[in-house]
């Protein structure tokens, strides 16, 4: 069984504050869930982390950060990144990209499937841009093979919309504390 990760599940893993930091822990300690993330969520963690880890809003275990200090400081948000997803037993997981040619305003642009998928979705969902990238990113990953049921997110726009999703993607939206639940 596979689970879309949300960033906002990983991030909350690392801000204390995040009124989510207690369920998020216990999701990436109890679940035995395959946890699939993709570039996307690479990218956010790398912008969240530039931005919040000089002022300790963002958390480590106390022996991994000392160790970076001396690195570059995109050096170690990278490093930091990475730490991120191993210690949360994510799997960073793109489906192919798939180049396409669309045409907008009389002129061809130049895409790949899966913009095309959150272009498709958009107004049906009524999201906002990236949860629309995620979902997409999900989709595709399902064209491709990739067993993934849920998507785990703490997001209230996703959770509200959880059965407009799941009418339009075969993809469940759970929260967290929902992901728990399932022990899987």
């Not at 906002?8 to 109890?30: G, T």
């Not at 000392?66 to 948000?77: F, G, M, N």
């Not at 990113?137 to 509200?160: F, I, K, N, Y």
């Amino acid at each position: 069984m596979s689970a879309y990760v949300d960033t906002n599940v990983v991030l909350a893993r690392y801000i204390p504050a995040d009124p989510h930091n207690a369920s998020s822990r216990l999701f990436f300690k109890e679940t035995k869930l395959r946890r699939l993330v993709s570039s996307l969520s690479f990218l956010e963690l790398c912008c969240v982390f530039s931005r919040l880890l000089d002022s300790g809003e963002v958390q480590f275990h106390p022996k991994v950060e000392p160790s970076l200090t001396d690195l570059p400081y995109p050096d170690r948000v990278q490093a930091l990144v990475e730490y991120a997803l191993r210690d949360c037993g994510l799997v960073v997981l793109d489906a192919d990209t798939i180049p396409l040619t669309i045409s907008l305003l009389d002129s061809p642009i130049g895409t790949d499937h899966i913009y095309l998928e959150a272009l498709r979705l958009a107004p049906q969902l009524r999201l906002k841009t990236l949860d629309t990238l995620h979902l997409a990113h999900a989709s595709c990953l399902r064209d491709m093979g990739v067993q993934v049921e849920w998507l785990v997110t703490s997001d209230d726009d996703m959770l509200t919309r959880r059965e407009q999703i799941s009418g339009t993607l075969p993809i469940s939206v759970i929260s967290i504390d929902e992901a728990v639940a399932l022990g899987a």
